[in-house]
């Protein structure tokens, strides 16, 4: 059955980069061409005498004409052949250059596809393997509480498909676990709370940084900040005092630059780029503590400021510090501030935009948006709030949605006063899940997204980014890393009311449905199909607003996906292993699965080798951990019946 995802993400990214590249190549050796017939229309050389061949002449005198042209005045002729000659193996040579760098390109993202190291292209799977183990210790994070498995919903795929009720119930009661978690550090928010009352006050500007999940929590944060806030007493702008940036640019909030969180010198310099001074405050949030480019931009902020940054994560001190030695700097950095919010293990084994993102946007957003209050009576009101909502409707919506898709069929969110928030949740189910990401509404593809987002007051896409956003867009243009953190790429996409129109012409053929999330009177109105529901939020401050829609699609969208069976257990077997971060991943989902089977005697290297064996031998879309889990258990029964 057509699922609506045969494509995964990164054949969609690695498209557009040649595409986009191949296209800036094509402009280049057209420029040269031009070039070169200017050259020769506007300037005749004349052939050098052996006087002026013998005598020493100065360069580049006159800025207007090549260093080896003739003086002016010199008698023109034909153009020398030997001097022809040359321009035109000149151009060869550039021709050969570039058809060269463009294969160079599509070799990498090969690799790339391939998942480990867009420089090793041409190697073996064996010899690949052996280059990940030289360094697998760099990238080994199982012992973090937030990569492993949580004890509670070992059974949660299985519920999903079978047991919706109890599956809410149990994901609600892990996000309220984390809550309390939170509401026992307190007393490190209201710290925090004074140096965001002492920042403002001196009428310096507040920074907040995240990468993935946290970098859309910062920007969410932002939105809230400048909706909020509008002029001061004596008449100045409050609403610029706080910006957010994220890993890859705003274009980020949209699907994930790769590699761009490996880069600790990319955050600093995107830090220095938004105009980070003296006096001006960071606020830094990393799930596992570990980000090098969050860490990279934390640490640029220590020395540029006397105004030390603030750095919160969700894993003990002792294991960080054990463990992580990029962690070990900042915790020893006396000019940074630390603040551990260790919630534990996520209900789906690394999916850190769950609980800890959860609790990350709450401790963040009331030391920002409430820091003239205490701390724990705001997240004790919010869990108050979570334990008094019914989350039980969601069971409804969770196998509407997820029938749409096994239909092969398509859904456009459809809001008005929540877009970050939804957008948030539905950018990130690409990449915990292999879906294909949001695509520009103008290109023709193979496949597309399964779901889009509209806003519904948008006139047009540049509108439509504005509301996002409450702010234009910052892009941050760095084509020679990657051209789509240009302004230009992020103009294609299209959130307009207009996008659920050009969502039809761009996919004909297929049913296209709605789900409107929207502020209707005291609540919260979800509408899918003929299924309606409103949640009472009268009273809610815009903060809980957000993060209870937050924690409800969280909720939503990962049950919507155990039912089509994007996870198993609750792992994220469908993880893409593109980087030594989620190499190491997929080798401990393959532990785990084995050790599950009563195959527990499999090595770290032994899985390792079989992983790159399996990513090179698998198509597009499929499990390569769930490949690799069923090689290596074929293999052993194979063996035990020998």
């Given at each position: 059955?057509?699922?609506g995802?045969?494509?995964?993400?990164?054949v969609?990214?690695?498209?557009?980069?040649?595409?986009?590249?191949?296209?800036?190549?094509?402009?280049?050796r057209?420029h040269?061409?031009?070039?070169?017939?200017?050259?020769?229309?506007?300037?005749?050389?004349s052939?050098?005498?052996?006087k002026?061949?013998?005598?020493?002449?100065?360069?580049g005198?006159?800025?207007?004409?090549?260093p080896h042209?003739?003086?002016?005045?010199?008698?023109?002729?034909?153009?020398?052949?030997d001097?022809a000659?040359?321009?035109?193996?000149r151009?060869?040579?550039?021709?050969?250059?570039?058809?060269?760098?463009?294969?160079?390109?599509?070799?990498k993202?090969?690799?790339?596809?391939?998942?480990?190291?867009?420089?090793?292209?041409g190697?073996?799977s064996?010899?690949l393997?052996?280059?990940?183990?030289?360094?697998?210790?760099?990238y080994?994070?199982?012992?973090?509480?937030?990569?492993?498995?949580?004890?509670g919903?070992?059974?949660?795929?299985?519920?999903?498909r079978?047991?919706?009720?109890?599956a809410v119930?149990?994901?609600?009661?892990?996000?309220?676990?984390?809550?309390k978690t939170?509401?026992?550090?307190?007393?490190?928010?209201?710290?925090?709370a004074?140096?965001?009352?002492?920042?403002?006050?001196?009428?310096?500007r507040?920074?907040?940084?995240?990468?993935?999940?946290?970098?859309?929590l910062?920007?969410?944060?932002?939105?809230?900040w400048?909706?909020?806030?509008?002029?001061?007493?004596n008449?100045?702008?409050?609403?610029?005092?706080?910006r957010?940036?994220?890993?890859g640019?705003?274009?980020?909030?949209?699907?994930?630059?790769e590699?761009?969180?490996?880069?600790?010198?990319?955050?600093?310099?995107?830090?220095?780029?938004m105009?980070?001074?003296d006096?001006?405050?960071?606020?830094s949030?990393?799930e596992?503590?570990?980000?090098?480019?969050?860490?990279?931009?934390t640490?640029?902020?220590?020395?540029?400021?006397?105004?030390?940054?603030?750095?919160?994560?969700?894993?003990?001190?002792?294991?960080?510090?054990?463990?992580?030695e990029?962690?070990?700097?900042?915790?020893?950095?006396?000019g940074?501030?630390?603040?551990?919010?260790?919630?534990?293990?996520?209900?789906?084994?690394g999916?850190t935009?769950?609980?800890?993102?959860?609790?990350?946007?709450?401790?963040?957003?009331?030391?920002?948006?409430?820091s003239?209050t205490?701390?724990?009576?705001?997240?004790?009101?919010y869990?108050d709030?979570i334990?008094n909502?019914d989350?039980?409707?969601?069971?409804?919506?969770?196998?509407a949605?997820?029938?749409?898709?096994?239909?092969?069929?398509?859904l456009?969110?459809?809001?008005?006063?929540?877009g970050?928030?939804?957008?948030?949740?539905?950018?990130?189910?690409?990449?915990?899940?292999?879906?294909?990401?949001f695509?520009?509404l103008?290109?023709r593809l193979?496949?597309?997204?399964?779901?889009?987002?509209?806003?519904?007051?948008?006139?047009d896409p540049?509108?439509?980014?504005?509301?996002?956003l409450?702010?234009?867009?910052?892009?941050l243009?760095?084509?020679?890393?990657d051209?789509?953190t240009?302004?230009?790429y992020?103009?294609?996409f299209?959130?307009?009311a207009?996008?659920?129109?050009?969502?039809?012409?761009?996919?004909p053929?297929?049913?296209h449905?709605e789900?409107?999330?929207r502020?209707s009177?005291?609540?919260?109105?979800?509408?899918?199909?003929?299924l309606?529901?409103?949640?009472?939020v009268?009273?809610?401050?815009?903060l809980?607003?957000?993060?209870?829609?937050?924690?409800m699609?969280n909720?939503?969208?990962?049950?919507?996906?155990g039912?089509?069976?994007?996870?198993?257990?609750?792992?994220?077997?469908w993880?893409?292993?593109?980087?030594g971060?989620?190499?190491?991943?997929a080798?401990?989902?393959?532990?785990?699965?084995?050790a599950?089977?009563g195959?527990?005697?499999?090595?770290y290297?032994?899985?390792?080798?079989?992983?790159?064996?399996?990513?090179?031998?698998?198509?597009?879309?499929?499990?390569?951990v769930?490949?690799t889990?069923?090689?290596?258990?074929?293999?052993?029964r194979?063996?035990?019946l020998?």
């Amino acid at each position: 059955m057509e699922m609506g995802y045969p494509t995964p993400a990164w054949v969609i990214a690695s498209r557009h980069r040649i595409r986009t590249q191949v296209t800036q190549l094509s402009w280049t050796r057209s420029h040269c061409r031009h070039q070169t017939v200017r050259f020769f229309t506007s300037w005749r050389p004349s052939l050098p005498s052996e006087k002026s061949a013998s005598a020493p002449r100065a360069s580049g005198s006159d800025g207007n004409r090549p260093p080896h042209a003739p003086d002016p005045g010199t008698a023109s002729k034909p153009p020398h052949q030997d001097t022809a000659t040359l321009l035109y193996f000149r151009l060869v040579i550039e021709d050969f250059t570039l058809s060269a760098y463009a294969k160079r390109i599509a070799d990498k993202n090969e690799a790339n596809r391939r998942g480990w190291g867009g420089s090793m292209g041409g190697k073996t799977s064996d010899e690949l393997a052996r280059d990940f183990l030289r360094v697998a210790h760099l990238y080994r994070l199982g012992i973090l509480p937030t990569e492993q498995p949580h004890p509670g919903t070992a059974g949660l795929s299985h519920w999903a498909r079978h047991d919706l009720p109890r599956a809410v119930d149990v994901l609600k009661g892990v996000d309220m676990s984390a809550l309390k978690t939170l509401h026992g550090r307190a007393d490190n928010i209201d710290r925090l709370a004074a140096a965001v009352r002492a920042t403002l006050s001196a009428g310096r500007r507040i920074f907040l940084c995240g990468c993935g999940a946290t970098g859309r929590l910062s920007l969410s944060l932002e939105f809230l900040w400048r909706q909020e806030n509008g002029n001061d007493q004596n008449g100045k702008s409050r609403r610029d005092q706080v910006r957010a940036f994220m890993a890859g640019g705003d274009i980020a909030l949209v699907h994930a630059l790769e590699g761009f969180e490996d880069h600790p010198d990319y955050g600093a310099r995107h830090l220095e780029q938004m105009g980070f001074t003296d006096g001006d405050l960071l606020i830094s949030c990393t799930e596992g503590g570990e980000t090098p480019y969050v860490i990279g931009a934390t640490e640029r902020a220590a020395e540029l400021s006397s105004n030390p940054p603030y750095f919160l994560y969700c894993n003990a001190d002792s294991i960080l510090a054990t463990h992580v030695e990029r962690f070990q700097r900042v915790y020893d950095n006396k000019g940074i501030n630390n603040i551990c919010l260790d919630v534990g293990p996520m209900a789906l084994a690394g999916s850190t935009r769950m609980q800890a993102s959860t609790v990350l946007q709450l401790a963040v957003g009331a030391a920002l948006l409430h820091s003239q209050t205490s701390a724990g009576p705001l997240i004790e009101a919010y869990i108050d709030c979570i334990a008094n909502t019914d989350f039980s409707f969601l069971t409804d919506f969770i196998a509407a949605e997820a029938g749409i898709y096994a239909a092969g069929e398509h859904l456009t969110y459809r809001v008005r006063d929540y877009g970050i928030t939804v957008l948030t949740d539905t950018t990130e189910r690409a990449p915990t899940f292999s879906l294909v990401p949001f695509d520009q509404l103008k290109e023709r593809l193979p496949a597309h997204s399964l779901c889009y987002v509209a806003l519904d007051d948008a006139a047009d896409p540049e509108d439509a980014w504005t509301r996002l956003l409450n702010r234009t867009p910052h892009s941050l243009n760095w084509p020679e890393v990657d051209t789509r953190t240009t302004s230009q790429y992020l103009n294609g996409f299209d959130f307009s009311a207009g996008a659920t129109a050009q969502r039809q012409k761009q996919i004909p053929g297929r049913r296209h449905h709605e789900f409107r999330i929207r502020r209707s009177g005291n609540g919260m109105e979800l509408r899918l199909q003929a299924l309606t529901h409103t949640v009472p939020v009268s009273g809610l401050p815009e903060l809980h607003q957000h993060l209870l829609l937050k924690q409800m699609l969280n909720i939503h969208s990962t049950l919507v996906m155990g039912r089509l069976g994007r996870y198993k257990s609750n792992l994220m077997t469908w993880v893409s292993p593109t980087n030594g971060k989620l190499i190491d991943r997929a080798v401990r989902y393959v532990q785990h699965l084995l050790a599950h089977a009563g195959e527990a005697e499999r090595t770290y290297e032994g899985v390792v080798h079989r992983l790159f064996v399996e990513m090179e031998r698998s198509e597009p879309g499929e499990p390569v951990v769930l490949r690799t889990y069923r090689a290596l258990l074929r293999r052993s029964r194979e063996r035990t019946l020998v």
